[in-house]
Protein backbone atom coordinates (compact mmCIF):
# COMPACT_ATOMS: atom_id res chain seq x y z
CA UNK A 1 0.00 0.00 0.00
CA UNK A 2 1.41 3.63 -1.00
CA UNK A 3 1.68 6.65 1.22
CA UNK A 4 -1.25 8.37 2.39
CA UNK A 5 -2.31 10.98 0.31
CA UNK A 6 -2.03 14.41 2.35
CA UNK A 7 -5.33 15.37 1.73
CA UNK A 8 -6.74 12.30 3.49
CA UNK A 9 -3.80 13.23 6.59
CA UNK A 10 -5.41 16.60 6.83
CA UNK A 11 -8.61 15.31 7.35
CA UNK A 12 -8.15 12.70 9.53
CA UNK A 13 -6.31 15.32 11.77
CA UNK A 14 -8.90 17.79 11.95
CA UNK A 15 -11.58 14.88 13.43
CA UNK A 16 -9.67 14.60 16.33
CA UNK A 17 -11.04 15.81 19.57
CA UNK A 18 -9.54 19.20 20.40
CA UNK A 19 -7.80 18.81 23.66
CA UNK A 20 -9.58 21.45 25.71
CA UNK A 21 -8.55 22.74 29.38
CA UNK A 22 -10.55 25.36 32.00
CA UNK A 23 -8.37 27.35 34.46
CA UNK A 24 -9.94 28.76 37.95
CA UNK A 25 -7.07 30.81 38.88
CA UNK A 26 -7.24 31.55 42.81
CA UNK A 27 -5.16 34.29 45.03
CA UNK A 28 -2.94 36.41 44.69
CA UNK A 29 -1.03 38.15 41.38
CA UNK A 30 1.82 35.65 42.19
CA UNK A 31 -0.24 32.90 41.38
CA UNK A 32 -1.79 34.65 38.28
CA UNK A 33 1.71 34.61 36.75
CA UNK A 34 2.27 31.08 37.10
CA UNK A 35 -1.20 30.21 35.67
CA UNK A 36 0.00 32.43 33.12
CA UNK A 37 2.76 30.46 32.49
CA UNK A 38 0.31 27.16 32.53
CA UNK A 39 -1.09 28.29 29.70
CA UNK A 40 1.59 29.43 27.68
CA UNK A 41 3.09 25.78 28.17
CA UNK A 42 -0.02 24.17 27.43
CA UNK A 43 -0.67 26.12 23.72
CA UNK A 44 2.54 25.29 22.91
CA UNK A 45 1.75 21.36 23.07
CA UNK A 46 -1.68 21.76 21.01
CA UNK A 47 -3.92 21.88 24.45
CA UNK A 48 -6.94 24.96 23.77
CA UNK A 49 -7.79 27.21 26.77
CA UNK A 50 -11.89 27.38 27.20
CA UNK A 51 -13.24 30.72 29.01
CA UNK A 52 -16.31 28.25 29.75
CA UNK A 53 -15.61 25.21 32.37
CA UNK A 54 -18.53 23.75 30.35
CA UNK A 55 -16.56 23.52 27.66
CA UNK A 56 -13.32 22.00 28.53
CA UNK A 57 -12.82 18.56 29.15
CA UNK A 58 -9.82 19.11 32.18
CA UNK A 59 -10.29 21.65 34.68
CA UNK A 60 -7.33 22.66 36.42
CA UNK A 61 -7.96 25.05 39.79
CA UNK A 62 -4.61 27.05 40.53
CA UNK A 63 -4.94 27.05 44.31
CA UNK A 64 -4.13 29.03 47.43
CA UNK A 65 -3.06 27.92 50.41
CA UNK A 66 -1.65 31.30 52.20
CA UNK A 67 -4.55 31.24 55.02
CA UNK A 68 -7.01 29.55 56.28
CA UNK A 69 -9.90 31.09 54.35
CA UNK A 70 -8.26 30.86 51.06
CA UNK A 71 -7.59 27.22 51.76
CA UNK A 72 -11.15 26.74 52.61
CA UNK A 73 -12.24 28.34 49.19
CA UNK A 74 -9.58 26.17 47.04
CA UNK A 75 -10.94 23.05 48.28
CA UNK A 76 -15.09 24.42 47.82
CA UNK A 77 -14.10 25.47 44.61
CA UNK A 78 -12.52 22.31 43.61
CA UNK A 79 -15.86 19.83 45.36
CA UNK A 80 -18.07 22.42 43.35
CA UNK A 81 -16.68 21.62 40.13
CA UNK A 82 -16.68 17.52 40.76
CA UNK A 83 -19.84 18.20 41.67
CA UNK A 84 -20.86 19.83 38.81
CA UNK A 85 -18.67 17.90 35.93
CA UNK A 86 -18.04 14.18 37.43
CA UNK A 87 -16.95 13.26 33.89
CA UNK A 88 -14.48 15.89 33.56
CA UNK A 89 -10.89 15.06 34.65
CA UNK A 90 -10.05 17.71 37.74
CA UNK A 91 -6.52 19.14 38.51
CA UNK A 92 -5.87 20.96 42.08
CA UNK A 93 -2.46 23.20 41.28
CA UNK A 94 -1.00 25.59 42.80
CA UNK A 95 -0.04 26.58 46.38
CA UNK A 96 -2.58 24.43 48.82
CA UNK A 97 -0.89 21.54 46.14
CA UNK A 98 2.42 22.31 47.14
CA UNK A 99 2.29 23.23 50.67
CA UNK A 100 0.33 19.66 51.66
CA UNK A 101 1.72 17.80 48.94
CA UNK A 102 0.83 13.99 48.93
CA UNK A 103 -1.44 14.78 51.58
CA UNK A 104 -4.11 15.62 49.35
CA UNK A 105 -3.90 12.46 47.94
CA UNK A 106 -6.01 11.06 50.31
CA UNK A 107 -7.93 14.03 52.04
CA UNK A 108 -8.96 14.98 48.49
CA UNK A 109 -9.85 11.62 46.43
CA UNK A 110 -12.10 13.84 44.44
CA UNK A 111 -9.25 15.03 41.89
CA UNK A 112 -7.10 13.30 39.29
CA UNK A 113 -4.18 15.65 39.74
CA UNK A 114 -1.92 17.31 42.12
CA UNK A 115 0.39 19.57 41.12
CA UNK A 116 2.51 22.08 43.18
CA UNK A 117 3.42 25.56 41.96
CA UNK A 118 7.53 25.32 41.53
CA UNK A 119 7.57 24.61 37.65
CA UNK A 120 4.25 25.84 36.65
CA UNK A 121 5.39 24.65 33.05
CA UNK A 122 5.34 20.93 33.46
CA UNK A 123 1.77 21.26 34.02
CA UNK A 124 1.99 19.23 30.37
CA UNK A 125 3.24 15.89 31.80
CA UNK A 126 0.44 16.28 34.42
CA UNK A 127 -2.08 16.84 31.50
CA UNK A 128 -0.97 14.65 29.42
CA UNK A 129 -1.37 12.13 32.05
CA UNK A 130 -4.39 12.52 34.05
CA UNK A 131 -6.85 9.98 34.69
CA UNK A 132 -4.67 7.54 35.56
CA UNK A 133 -5.53 5.76 38.83
CA UNK A 134 -4.16 6.31 41.48
CA UNK A 135 -4.39 10.15 41.12
CA UNK A 136 -0.98 11.39 39.25
CA UNK A 137 0.99 13.61 41.93
CA UNK A 138 3.52 16.06 40.90
CA UNK A 139 5.36 18.08 43.19
CA UNK A 140 8.45 19.58 41.57
CA UNK A 141 11.58 20.21 43.39
CA UNK A 142 13.23 22.40 41.26
CA UNK A 143 12.39 25.91 40.35
CA UNK A 144 10.82 26.16 36.52
CA UNK A 145 12.98 28.79 34.23
CA UNK A 146 9.62 29.31 32.08
CA UNK A 147 8.99 32.93 31.98
CA UNK A 148 7.15 33.09 28.26
CA UNK A 149 3.88 33.55 28.56
CA UNK A 150 1.66 34.27 25.49
CA UNK A 151 -1.75 35.24 26.82
CA UNK A 152 -1.97 38.12 29.87
CA UNK A 153 -4.91 37.36 32.49
CA UNK A 154 -4.41 41.17 33.69
CA UNK A 155 -6.43 44.19 31.89
CA UNK A 156 -5.18 44.60 28.72
CA UNK A 157 -2.03 46.90 28.77
CA UNK A 158 -1.21 45.45 31.86
CA UNK A 159 1.40 42.81 32.96
CA UNK A 160 2.84 41.69 36.72
CA UNK A 161 6.24 40.36 36.44
CA UNK A 162 7.62 38.16 39.12
CA UNK A 163 11.45 39.22 39.50
CA UNK A 164 11.73 36.41 42.52
CA UNK A 165 10.65 33.88 43.88
CA UNK A 166 9.82 33.05 48.34
CA UNK A 167 11.31 34.36 50.78
CA UNK A 168 14.04 34.43 53.81
CA UNK A 169 12.45 37.18 56.12
CA UNK A 170 10.67 34.31 57.98
CA UNK A 171 7.91 36.73 59.58
CA UNK A 172 6.91 34.78 62.20
CA UNK A 173 3.18 34.44 61.11
CA UNK A 174 3.71 34.03 57.30
CA UNK A 175 3.66 30.34 55.39
CA UNK A 176 4.96 31.65 51.94
CA UNK A 177 8.76 30.52 53.04
CA UNK A 178 6.32 27.13 53.82
CA UNK A 179 4.81 27.28 50.31
CA UNK A 180 7.32 29.01 48.31
CA UNK A 181 10.56 27.79 49.60
CA UNK A 182 13.56 30.21 50.04
CA UNK A 183 14.78 33.32 48.04
CA UNK A 184 15.21 32.31 44.48
CA UNK A 185 15.66 35.54 42.22
CA UNK A 186 15.78 35.60 38.79
CA UNK A 187 18.96 36.85 36.74
CA UNK A 188 18.34 40.80 35.50
CA UNK A 189 18.42 40.03 31.88
CA UNK A 190 15.72 37.45 32.26
CA UNK A 191 13.48 40.42 33.81
CA UNK A 192 14.66 42.91 30.99
CA UNK A 193 14.05 40.64 27.97
CA UNK A 194 10.92 40.14 29.53
CA UNK A 195 9.62 43.13 29.65
CA UNK A 196 11.47 44.00 26.53
CA UNK A 197 9.36 41.63 25.01
CA UNK A 198 5.96 42.14 26.25
CA UNK A 199 6.91 46.10 25.59
CA UNK A 200 6.88 45.11 21.53
CA UNK A 201 3.20 43.57 22.08
CA UNK A 202 1.83 46.55 23.62
CA UNK A 203 1.79 46.50 27.08
CA UNK A 204 2.46 49.15 29.19
CA UNK A 205 2.39 49.09 32.83
CA UNK A 206 4.41 46.77 34.50
CA UNK A 207 3.89 45.77 37.84
CA UNK A 208 6.73 44.07 39.54
CA UNK A 209 6.15 41.78 41.95
CA UNK A 210 7.79 39.64 44.84
CA UNK A 211 7.44 39.17 48.49
CA UNK A 212 9.99 41.40 48.89
CA UNK A 213 11.49 43.67 45.82
CA UNK A 214 14.37 44.91 47.62
CA UNK A 215 15.17 41.77 48.64
CA UNK A 216 16.13 40.64 45.37
CA UNK A 217 19.78 38.78 44.39
CA UNK A 218 20.19 38.39 47.95
CA UNK A 219 20.21 34.86 47.69
CA UNK A 220 23.38 35.36 45.21
CA UNK A 221 24.73 37.42 48.10
CA UNK A 222 24.47 41.20 46.60
CA UNK A 223 21.83 43.50 46.77
CA UNK A 224 20.80 43.76 43.01
CA UNK A 225 17.08 45.17 42.88
CA UNK A 226 18.55 49.13 41.96
CA UNK A 227 20.23 47.29 39.23
CA UNK A 228 17.70 45.99 38.23
CA UNK A 229 16.00 48.99 38.09
CA UNK A 230 18.66 50.83 36.46
CA UNK A 231 18.97 48.13 33.64
CA UNK A 232 14.73 48.86 32.48
CA UNK A 233 15.51 52.56 33.05
CA UNK A 234 18.33 52.01 29.98
CA UNK A 235 14.99 50.20 27.46
CA UNK A 236 13.47 52.63 25.80
CA UNK A 237 9.96 53.86 25.00
CA UNK A 238 6.61 55.06 27.06
CA UNK A 239 5.65 52.99 29.78
CA UNK A 240 5.11 52.62 33.76
CA UNK A 241 7.13 50.42 36.36
CA UNK A 242 5.09 49.81 39.50
CA UNK A 243 6.91 48.87 42.87
CA UNK A 244 4.69 46.67 44.58
CA UNK A 245 5.59 44.70 47.69
CA UNK A 246 8.66 46.32 50.06
CA UNK A 247 9.43 45.57 52.94
CA UNK A 248 10.01 48.08 55.57
CA UNK A 249 12.93 46.63 57.21
CA UNK A 250 14.71 46.68 53.98
CA UNK A 251 13.27 49.63 52.33
CA UNK A 252 16.69 50.57 49.98
CA UNK A 253 16.18 54.91 50.13
CA UNK A 254 18.68 55.18 46.99
CA UNK A 255 15.66 54.53 45.24
CA UNK A 256 14.78 57.93 45.25
CA UNK A 257 17.59 59.13 43.09
CA UNK A 258 16.03 56.57 40.47
CA UNK A 259 12.63 57.86 40.72
CA UNK A 260 13.93 61.44 40.40
CA UNK A 261 15.47 60.45 37.18
CA UNK A 262 13.63 58.38 35.46
CA UNK A 263 9.92 59.37 35.54
CA UNK A 264 8.42 56.38 34.22
CA UNK A 265 9.39 54.63 38.00
CA UNK A 266 5.80 55.32 39.31
CA UNK A 267 6.12 57.08 42.79
CA UNK A 268 3.79 54.46 43.44
CA UNK A 269 5.14 52.58 47.41
CA UNK A 270 3.44 49.41 48.86
CA UNK A 271 5.14 48.38 51.85
CA UNK A 272 3.57 46.46 54.55
CA UNK A 273 4.28 47.34 58.06
CA UNK A 274 1.55 45.41 59.62
CA UNK A 275 1.86 46.39 62.83
CA UNK A 276 3.08 49.84 64.63
CA UNK A 277 3.61 48.61 68.24
CA UNK A 278 6.86 47.64 68.22
CA UNK A 279 6.11 44.61 71.35
CA UNK A 280 3.85 43.02 68.48
CA UNK A 281 6.19 43.98 65.73
CA UNK A 282 9.32 41.67 67.79
CA UNK A 283 6.87 38.94 67.88
CA UNK A 284 6.01 39.11 64.10
CA UNK A 285 9.54 38.92 63.61
CA UNK A 286 9.49 42.67 62.62
CA UNK A 287 12.81 44.76 63.48
CA UNK A 288 10.91 48.28 63.04
CA UNK A 289 8.86 50.06 65.32
CA UNK A 290 6.18 52.93 65.03
CA UNK A 291 9.55 55.95 65.15
CA UNK A 292 11.22 54.08 62.06
CA UNK A 293 8.20 53.64 60.09
CA UNK A 294 6.90 57.03 60.68
CA UNK A 295 9.95 58.54 59.59
CA UNK A 296 10.55 56.29 56.75
CA UNK A 297 6.90 57.74 55.70
CA UNK A 298 7.78 61.18 56.33
CA UNK A 299 11.12 60.54 54.19
CA UNK A 300 9.31 59.39 51.15
CA UNK A 301 7.09 62.30 50.92
CA UNK A 302 10.24 64.31 51.64
CA UNK A 303 12.46 63.09 48.80
CA UNK A 304 9.09 62.13 46.57
CA UNK A 305 6.55 65.03 46.69
CA UNK A 306 3.97 63.25 44.21
CA UNK A 307 3.97 59.94 46.15
CA UNK A 308 1.57 57.75 46.84
CA UNK A 309 1.47 54.96 49.82
CA UNK A 310 0.09 51.85 50.41
CA UNK A 311 0.61 49.09 53.25
CA UNK A 312 -1.06 46.36 54.95
CA UNK A 313 -1.90 45.59 58.58
CA UNK A 314 -2.84 42.46 60.84
CA UNK A 315 -4.71 42.51 63.80
CA UNK A 316 -5.38 39.60 65.88
CA UNK A 317 -2.03 38.43 66.24
CA UNK A 318 -1.06 36.34 69.09
CA UNK A 319 -1.04 38.51 72.38
CA UNK A 320 -2.24 41.59 70.79
CA UNK A 321 -4.33 43.68 73.16
CA UNK A 322 -6.21 47.25 73.37
CA UNK A 323 -3.04 49.11 73.81
CA UNK A 324 -1.60 47.84 70.82
CA UNK A 325 -5.08 48.75 68.47
CA UNK A 326 -4.53 52.64 70.32
CA UNK A 327 -0.81 52.63 69.20
CA UNK A 328 -2.22 51.46 65.62
CA UNK A 329 -4.57 53.77 65.28
CA UNK A 330 -2.40 56.61 66.08
CA UNK A 331 0.07 55.77 63.34
CA UNK A 332 -2.65 55.55 60.97
CA UNK A 333 -3.46 59.26 62.21
CA UNK A 334 0.11 59.88 62.10
CA UNK A 335 1.05 58.52 59.15
CA UNK A 336 -1.78 59.55 56.65
CA UNK A 337 -1.10 56.19 54.18
CA UNK A 338 -3.04 56.64 51.00
CA UNK A 339 -4.19 53.11 50.96
CA UNK A 340 -4.39 50.58 53.27
CA UNK A 341 -5.61 47.08 53.86
CA UNK A 342 -6.43 45.30 56.95
CA UNK A 343 -6.76 41.41 57.57
CA UNK A 344 -7.48 39.54 60.45
CA UNK A 345 -4.46 36.83 61.28
CA UNK A 346 -4.43 33.16 60.77
CA UNK A 347 -2.65 30.64 62.69
CA UNK A 348 -0.79 28.77 60.22
CA UNK A 349 0.21 25.24 60.68
CA UNK A 350 4.44 25.28 60.26
CA UNK A 351 5.01 29.30 61.30
CA UNK A 352 6.51 30.25 64.62
CA UNK A 353 3.58 31.89 65.34
CA UNK A 354 1.37 28.90 65.60
CA UNK A 355 2.91 28.14 69.05
CA UNK A 356 2.09 31.15 70.14
CA UNK A 357 -1.46 31.22 72.39
CA UNK A 358 -3.63 33.78 73.40
CA UNK A 359 -5.07 33.98 76.95
CA UNK A 360 -8.35 34.27 75.07
CA UNK A 361 -10.74 31.74 74.13
CA UNK A 362 -10.34 31.43 69.92
CA UNK A 363 -13.88 32.50 69.15
CA UNK A 364 -13.63 35.81 71.77
CA UNK A 365 -10.49 36.72 70.33
CA UNK A 366 -11.54 36.52 66.60
CA UNK A 367 -14.41 38.16 67.37
CA UNK A 368 -12.87 40.91 69.14
CA UNK A 369 -10.20 41.01 66.25
CA UNK A 370 -13.14 41.57 63.80
CA UNK A 371 -14.32 44.72 65.97
CA UNK A 372 -11.45 45.93 65.74
CA UNK A 373 -10.45 45.35 61.88
CA UNK A 374 -13.65 47.30 61.43
CA UNK A 375 -12.47 50.03 63.51
CA UNK A 376 -9.78 50.46 61.96
CA UNK A 377 -11.19 50.44 58.22
CA UNK A 378 -13.63 53.27 59.26
CA UNK A 379 -10.21 55.35 60.75
CA UNK A 380 -8.27 54.55 57.66
CA UNK A 381 -11.50 55.34 54.95
CA UNK A 382 -11.48 59.35 56.16
CA UNK A 383 -7.79 58.96 55.84
CA UNK A 384 -7.64 57.93 52.39
CA UNK A 385 -10.32 59.84 51.55
CA UNK A 386 -8.88 63.06 53.01
CA UNK A 387 -5.58 61.87 51.26
CA UNK A 388 -7.35 61.48 47.57
CA UNK A 389 -8.51 64.80 47.79
CA UNK A 390 -5.33 66.39 46.44
CA UNK A 391 -5.96 64.81 43.01
CA UNK A 392 -9.00 66.99 42.00
CA UNK A 393 -7.97 69.31 39.28
CA UNK A 394 -5.36 67.33 38.41
CA UNK A 395 -4.36 66.41 34.89
CA UNK A 396 -2.86 62.88 34.69
CA UNK A 397 -2.38 60.09 32.45
CA UNK A 398 -4.90 57.23 32.74
CA UNK A 399 -5.04 53.51 31.66
CA UNK A 400 -8.32 52.50 30.44
CA UNK A 401 -9.15 49.01 32.16
CA UNK A 402 -13.18 48.18 30.55
CA UNK A 403 -15.87 50.39 29.51
CA UNK A 404 -19.20 50.27 31.29
CA UNK A 405 -22.24 48.77 28.94
CA UNK A 406 -24.46 51.43 27.22
CA UNK A 407 -22.99 54.57 28.77
CA UNK A 408 -20.39 56.91 27.33
CA UNK A 409 -18.43 56.10 30.15
CA UNK A 410 -14.80 54.21 30.89
CA UNK A 411 -13.27 52.55 34.09
CA UNK A 412 -9.57 53.35 34.43
CA UNK A 413 -6.85 54.22 36.72
CA UNK A 414 -3.65 56.89 37.07
CA UNK A 415 -0.76 56.53 38.40
CA UNK A 416 -1.80 56.43 42.01
CA UNK A 417 -3.79 53.17 41.60
CA UNK A 418 -2.48 49.90 41.28
CA UNK A 419 -4.78 47.54 39.46
CA UNK A 420 -7.62 45.53 41.55
CA UNK A 421 -6.39 46.83 44.82
CA UNK A 422 -7.19 50.61 44.93
CA UNK A 423 -9.60 52.59 43.81
CA UNK A 424 -10.56 52.92 40.27
CA UNK A 425 -11.46 56.37 37.95
CA UNK A 426 -14.94 56.85 35.83
CA UNK A 427 -13.98 58.40 32.67
CA UNK A 428 -16.29 60.29 30.48
CA UNK A 429 -15.33 59.95 26.43
CA UNK A 430 -15.59 57.95 23.92
CA UNK A 431 -14.14 55.81 21.72
CA UNK A 432 -11.83 53.99 23.59
CA UNK A 433 -10.06 50.80 24.06
CA UNK A 434 -9.46 48.92 26.65
CA UNK A 435 -5.50 49.68 27.35
CA UNK A 436 -5.69 52.88 25.72
CA UNK A 437 -3.40 55.71 28.07
CA UNK A 438 -5.75 58.86 27.70
CA UNK A 439 -4.94 62.74 29.28
CA UNK A 440 -7.64 63.19 31.61
CA UNK A 441 -8.71 66.05 34.12
CA UNK A 442 -9.94 64.95 37.64
CA UNK A 443 -12.82 66.53 38.35
CA UNK A 444 -14.79 64.84 41.55
CA UNK A 445 -13.96 62.27 43.94
CA UNK A 446 -16.34 59.90 45.17
CA UNK A 447 -15.48 58.54 48.48
CA UNK A 448 -12.32 56.47 47.36
CA UNK A 449 -13.30 56.52 43.16
CA UNK A 450 -12.82 59.63 40.87
CA UNK A 451 -14.43 61.05 38.29
CA UNK A 452 -12.55 62.37 35.30
CA UNK A 453 -12.82 63.82 31.45
CA UNK A 454 -11.27 63.43 28.33
CA UNK A 455 -8.56 66.20 27.24
CA UNK A 456 -8.69 64.43 23.58
Not at 177 to 201: A, C, F, K, Q
Amino acid sequence: MGPMPSQFRRSIKSSEPEKTYFIENLGCVKNQVDAEIMISALQRTGWNRALNSDDAEVIIVNSCGFIIPAKEESIEVTLDFRKRYPEKKIILAGCFSQRYGREVKSALPEVDGIFGNHAPERIVEMINEVGEAPPMVLIPDQRGGEVNRSQLLSYPGSAYIKISEGCNHRCTFCAIPLIRGNLHSRIIDSVVNEIRGLLERGVFEFNLIAQDLASFGTDRGGEDFLSLLTAISRLEGDFWIRLLYIHPDNFPLEIFDLIENDKRILPYFDIPFQHASEGLLRRMGRRGNYDTYINLVKEIRGKVPDSVIRSTFMVGFPGEKAADIKILEQFLREAQIDWAGFFIYSREEGTKSYAMKSTLSQRFFHSRAESWKTSLEQLQQGVTEKMLDRFVGHELTMIIEEAVEGEDLFLGRAYMQAPEVDGLIVIHGDDFTPGDRIPCRIIKQNGLDFEAISLL
